[in-house]
């Protein structure tokens, strides 16, 4: 019932920057907490950054400093800016979504996941 449409991924070389966007549509209420997500092959999925309905951010050790994660709840958008790309930032990033549908059940969901690939 909600479906999330990311986009922004690609190749860039180390230094360089991206911009990831991750749009909601669907019978949407309300959205609680917005995540950035990423994963290469043979790890587990981990946390890069999350935004709060508060405007609350928290970040991955690894990426603060670096990495922006906003929102733009007009537009049920979450955009992660990556700046200061480094080769190990190369995964696939995933947004999730968690909050309230208009029939006020909990929903969270997942992007289909966008290639970032960052060359030395």
């Known amino acids: 019932q909600v479906q999330l449409v990311e986009s922004g991924g690609g190749l860039v070389q180390a230094g360089g920057s991206l911009r990831l966007s991750c749009a909601a549509s669907g019978s949407i209420a309300s959205i609680a907490t917005m995540h950035w997500y990423r994963q290469v092959p043979g790890k587990q999925r981990e946390l890069v950054a999350g935004?709060?309905?508060?405007?609350?951010?928290n970040y991955a050790d690894s990426v603060r400093g670096r990495f922006t994660i906003s929102g733009d709840n007009a537009k049920n958008t979450v955009y992660l800016q990556m700046n200061s790309l480094k080769p190990e930032d190369t995964a696939v990033y995933y947004c999730n979504v968690q909050g309230l549908l208009e029939t006020r059940q909990i929903f969270g969901s997942w992007g289909q996941g966008t290639q970032v690939t960052v060359s030395s």
């Open positions: 935004i709060f309905n508060s405007g609350r951010t």
